[in-house]
């Protein structure tokens, strides 16, 4: 049993938001916890994220994507999360494997017998517990990050997914939700098309499950 739980979900769903009241919610309940993201969870993974999502680097064909989302993977399981699993820590992760099979796999049409390969090889035996899978239309994730990218100081720093076109994020939304139906034991699918609040409430209710499961209470 592991105490790793992952965050996934298309652009602008509210990932970083509900995972940053996530790890709130834990820290009040006095349980240790990590929170990380892929890819930049160490300081290899913050450059190979600055290669990837560079909006200027249009040229970068699927294949060097892929490899390059695996070697941030690769480091950031053996540098933070197994050791802090090997703590007892809790793991919450903002994006882990499932965003490879519904990026690369759903979105860009690459081969997932290989992917499923190669993921084994970065991330071996490293299976969520729960993975909270955020759902909402494509138009309403856009239409967030937008917003939010629009309030950065350089405006130049929005990534190069979001530029992508509509049919892409829609081909990724519907490969995470074949994911979630194919391991529903895994997957938590929460309706992200609504307000923060009441998203909110949902995640609490999946923590207290996974908690619960690891400490019944007495
Ligand atoms: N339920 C919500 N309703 C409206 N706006 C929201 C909601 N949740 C988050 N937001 C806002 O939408 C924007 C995107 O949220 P957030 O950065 O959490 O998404 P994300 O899934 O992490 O995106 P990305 O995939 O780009 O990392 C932020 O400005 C955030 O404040
Ligand atoms: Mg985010």
Not at 68 to 96: K, M, S, T, Y
Not at 177 to 189: H, I, K
């Amino acid at each position: 049993m592991n105490r790793f739980i992952t965050f996934e979900g298309i652009e602008g769903c509210g990932k970083s938001t509900q995972i940053r009241l996530a790890a709130q919610y834990l820290i009040e309940k006095n349980i240790s916890m990590r929170q990380t993201q892929e890819p930049s969870g160490t300081d290899i993974g913050r450059k190979i994220g600055g290669i990837l999502f560079n909006r200027g680097h249009h040229a970068m064909c699927s294949e060097t994507e892929v490899l390059l989302f695996f070697a941030a993977r690769a480091q950031h399981v053996r540098e933070v999360i197994i050791p802090a699993l090997a703590e007892g820590q809790w793991v919450l992760c903002d994006r882990f494997s499932d965003a490879t099979f519904a990026y690369q796999g759903a979105g860009r049409g690459l081969d997932l017998a290989f992917l499923n390969r190669i993921n084994d090889y970065c991330a071996p035996q490293l299976k969520p517990v729960m993975t909270l899978l955020f759902d909402c239309p494509v138009e309403i994730g856009l239409e967030r990050a937008k917003k939010r990218d629009d309030q950065l100081e350089n405006p130049a720093f929005s990534d190069r997914f979001e530029r992508e076109k509509v049919e892409f994020h829609n081909r990724v939304r519907q490969g995470y939700l074949r994911l979630s139906q194919e391991d529903p034991a895994r997957f938590r699918l929460i309706d992200a098309a609504r307000d923060e609040h009441s998203i909110q409430q949902d995640v609490r209710a999946c923590i207290q499950e996974c908690i619960g499961s690891f400490n019944p209470v007495g």
